[in-house]
């Protein structure tokens, strides 16, 4: 054992903890298992999260949190962003953490890491940036093809913390699923679509996801398609509203966070790729339908679903883990997954379902 962690404050029984996992989406909802399974086994800790702002909404008054640090990357070289940095670290060091775990391990979060001066400081091994110095622990990873969820999990075993078990990942807000049926009558059985991603070339073509909407409504009238996503994606949605007109809802910038996460919950099951809503559905255990290239499905994909992902591996670049496609047919590896296949993966999902009077869904 790392003589680190033979210091008190790893065998204390109620710790409290800082976790910088600032960004993004799909990173902070692979982290939150650390949060869950530390509460589970020490119900008296007292856990903190340094979080960007844009995700506030996914852990404000979230039940396991203390409080949380908002970081913004916007204006970060600002005389006011400064100040209140400055201000931040203050509190933090009052706070005095007995741990302070750094699941981002990039410059930023370590300096952080770093300043909040912890008893015990603990980062990943992939640190880049030079992050790595501000460790005191550093936690590998087991194996190239470990899932990200398991490994940050990794570091609650090196601090003595049992990290098996059942927990909650994203529990339901009563108040917030309500709204959603309330603001757009989601009744019905619906299929969620997540065309957009961050990187272009982790997008099924939008053609292929109206092809799939097309396909799918033909055998089933009666179903209904709920498309996710920012406002950037606003090009998408309106593509697959022209698929099934009446039948799909374009959600392209009109749900708050954790509107999108309770859609995600009432949907039967969600076509997506690699990105943040996928890692949301694995979350609160809505099955997907996963459209992976470029990246990593058993590094990254959705945990406990990678029998839901759909990919080539008829191509030896595949993966690449490259945002920029240098194959000679571009898009070959999403291009190539056909709309028949991810139909059919879908109707798996839907064996169970009818629809009864007025349109509401029953299960057989």
């Not at 404000?60 to 100040?83: K, M, Q, T």
């Not at 194996?143 to 570091?155: F, G, K, N, Q, R």
């Not at 470029?294 to 490259?322: H, I, N």
Request: aromatic share 8%; net charge positive; charged share 20%.
């Amino acid at each position: 054992m790392n003589p680190a962690l033979s210091r008190p404050s790893s065998v204390h029984a109620c710790p409290r903890v800082l976790i910088l996992k600032p960004s993004s989406l799909g990173d902070v909802v692979q982290a939150l298992p650390v949060l869950r399974l530390l509460k589970r086994a020490r119900p008296g800790s007292e856990v903190y999260w340094w979080l960007n702002d844009s995700l506030a909404p996914l852990l404000e008054g979230d039940p396991d949190l203390a409080g949380i640090f908002w970081f913004s990357r916007r204006g970060w070289g600002s005389v006011a962003r400064w100040r209140e940095l400055i201000r931040q670290v203050r509190q933090m060091r009052r706070l005095t953490f007995d741990w302070v775990i750094d699941l981002q391990s990039l410059a930023r979060s370590g300096w952080i890491a770093w300043l909040a001066n912890g008893k015990l400081t603990v980062g990943l091994d992939d640190a880049r940036e030079g992050a790595r110095g501000f460790y005191d622990v550093v936690v590998s990873r087991p194996d190239y093809h470990t899932h990200a969820v398991d490994w940050y999990l990794a570091v609650l075993t090196a601090l003595g913390v049992p990290a098996q078990g059942d927990f909650e990942w994203l529990p339901e807000r009563p108040a917030v699923a309500a709204a959603v049926r309330s603001k757009w009558g989601a009744t019905g059985v619906w299929v969620g679509l997540q065309p957009g991603a961050r990187w272009s070339n982790k997008r099924w073509p939008v053609e292929s996801y109206a092809g799939l909407v097309r396909l799918l409504h033909r055998g089933r009238p009666w179903l209904k398609y709920a498309v996710l996503g920012s406002r950037e994606d606003g090009e998408l949605g309106r593509v697959l509203a022209e698929a099934a007109p009446g039948a799909v809802a374009d959600l392209t910038g009109r749900t708050t966070l954790p509107e999108m996460v309770e859609w995600v919950r009432r949907c039967e099951v969600l076509v997506t790729n690699d990105t943040g809503p996928m890692h949301v559905a694995a979350a609160v255990k809505c099955p997907v339908v996963a459209l992976f290239g470029p990246t990593e499905p058993q590094r990254t994909g959705p945990y406990r679903q990678l029998d839901g992902v759909l990919r080539r591996s008829d191509l030896a670049c595949t993966p690449c883990m490259s945002d920029r496609c240098h194959h000679a047919i571009p898009l070959d590896c999403l291009r190539g997954i056909a709309v028949e296949t991810v139909a059919a993966r879908v109707e798996r999902h839907l064996t169970r379902c009818a629809v009864g009077p007025g349109g509401s869904p029953t299960r057989n």
